[in-house]
């Protein structure tokens, strides 16, 4: 599967962007996302991967190559929680990469540095834009550009419209359906992180990462006794779990959270370094042990009753 999409990056010389518009057009859903398991959870669980896509849009018109793009992928992460779906959890998969755009950002979190136009929309800064990771990131994590170019308030709508929406409606949809199921929902937001942070990383260079990092926004997105339960039940394998330290969860799991009313959202970064080399981005010993460890936690998830979350 990682083979593919390897090749050059399609490169558009600033003044030829009259090319980029020849390019933008409505992609394929199955190139937005891909949902393993029922649109109806048979279990209270809902999955999401907002970044483990490598499919690289045509309108890209980046100067980096397919393989630097990759840079910010959570390699994996899909294939790693897919046997879930067996049981009846759902996971939704984004299909493109989170260097065109990343789906854990606002909406209006535009970068407008990057912008060759003014924003004529709801502008939300997240803060990111300064790491250049806002919603269309500007440079890879050691701080190379993206583009030698600014982007035009079309592209930017056009990412919004055809890659950023479709993917928030369906998880929203999976979130609505578990919930009207079962009266509860227990979102993950599934994520990896390197093993040790980049130039552009957050809380600056080389600060190594624990085995797996909690995010529930300062408690604010899901019951802490949830929260709680996950990092016991990773701890008690064996892992170094931190909660919201330094990644506390972004837009993905603050957006359709709602604690009082049985919806908890909680993102869960596995370190890189537990499942795959991430010079060949291939698998490493450690993915079954790690994946096994995941699909009890679901399966455990899955099992909490209502009341038991708060
Ligand atoms: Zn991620």
Not at 49 to 55: A, E, L, Q
Not at 122 to 142: C, F, M, N, Q, Y
Not at 237 to 247: A, C, S, T
Not at 257 to 279: F, I, W
Request: hydrophobic share 40%; net charge neutral; proline share 6%.
């Amino acid at each position: 599967m990682l083979s593919g999409g390897r090749g050059p990056a399609i490169r558009v010389r600033p003044d030829n962007r009259a090319a980029i518009l020849l390019l933008m057009h409505v992609p394929n859903e199955r190139d937005v996302w891909v949902l393993h398991g029922p649109a109806v959870a048979e279990r209270p669980v809902v999955l999401d991967s907002p970044h483990s896509g490598w499919h690289m849009p045509a309108d890209f018109g980046s100067v980096r190559t397919a393989a630097e793009l990759r840079d910010g992928e959570d390699c994996f992460i899909d294939e790693l929680y897919a046997p879930a779906s067996a049981s009846g959890v759902p996971l939704l998969a984004a299909q493109f990469p989170r260097t065109y755009l990343d789906p854990n950002r606002h909406a209006g979190d535009v970068d407008l540095e990057l912008l060759a136009g003014a924003w004529p929309h709801e502008h939300v800064p997240s803060g990111k834009a300064r790491i250049g990771k806002s919603l269309i990131w500007r440079t890879l994590d050691d701080g190379r550009p993206i583009y030698d170019r600014r982007l035009s308030v079309a592209e930017v709508l056009h990412r919004i419209e055809h890659y950023h929406r479709p993917y928030h409606r369906q998880l929203r949809a999976l979130l609505d359906a578990a919930h009207a199921r079962h009266g509860v929902v227990f979102h993950i937001n599934c994520h990896s992180m390197n093993a040790v942070s980049g130039t552009m990383g957050e809380g600056g260079a080389g600060i190594a990462r624990a085995d797996i990092v909690l995010g529930d926004r300062d408690g604010t997105t899901c019951a802490p006794a949830f929260t709680s339960f996950v990092r016991d039940f990773l701890a008690a394998r064996g892992y170094e779990v931190k909660v919201n330290d330094p990644f506390k969860g972004v837009e993905l799991v603050r957006a359709y959270a709602d604690p009082a009313a049985g919806r908890h959202s909680l993102q869960l970064e596995v370190n890189k370094r537990l499942y795959m080399d991430n010079t060949s981005l291939t698998r490493t010993e450690g993915y079954a042990r790690l994946q096994q460890a995941l699909m009890e936690l679901i399966a455990a998830i899955g099992e909490r009753k209502e009341g038991s979350a708060r």
